[in-house]
């Protein structure tokens, strides 16, 4: 299980005061409100940036970090991720799951037969799609009660059942 969480990833500067516009990686972009810090795209030196403000812009965040003043200091982090610690990831109702905790995940059948890995998680309208690298080939199996019966992160495992049709 990773530790940290990525949020977003900062796309390009805002202004010339230092301000960045991030693309948000999250359900509810209103959770940036309520952080106080970020770390930036963790490395061997895990930078912890404050968060002095934030803006919505159409279905981005603009986010201004406290002793970033100047375009010119904020620039050299443009094109990388912003990460959470667990403690400030967002609280999870029944079922649901960090896609972190998701990808990598082996796949079992209903009649417990190995059936892949979980590479990716699409989101599309309605619900889900969890992309399945099964014999070299992607399955996409949606994310819904009839197809998922169990997931466990703690045992790294997912139980499905395969619809006629999906393979």
């Known amino acids: 299980m990773q530790e940290l969480l990525q949020v977003g990833t900062i796309i390009k500067t805002h202004g010339i005061r230092g301000e960045v516009k991030v693309y948000p990686l999250t359900d509810d972009v209103n959770r940036f409100k309520s952080l106080k810090e970020v770390i930036l795209?963790?490395?061997?030196?895990?930078i912890t940036l404050e968060i002095e403000g934030v803006k919505f812009f159409k279905n981005l965040v603009i986010i201004k970090f406290k002793n970033y003043n100047n375009i010119n200091d904020i620039e050299i982090h443009v094109k990388k991720g912003i990460y959470v610690t667990r403690d400030n990831a967002v609280e999870l109702e029944d079922d649901e799951y960090f896609v972190a905790d998701l990808i990598g995940l082996k796949v079992v059948t209903d009649e417990d037969e190995d059936f892949g890995m979980v590479k990716d998680v699409l989101h599309t309208g309605a619900n889900d799609v969890y992309v399945i690298d099964h014999e070299g080939k992607e399955v996409l199996v949606p994310a819904i009660r009839e197809c998922i019966?169990?997931?466990?992160?703690?045992?790294?495992?997912?139980?499905?059942h395969l619809m006629e049709g999906l393979v």
């Not at 795209?41 to 895990?46: A, M, Q, R, S």
């Not at 019966?149 to 499905?160: G, Q, R, T």
């Open 41 to 46: 795209e963790p490395d061997k030196d895990n």
């Open 149 to 160: 019966l169990d997931i466990s992160i703690e045992d790294n495992l997912m139980k499905i």
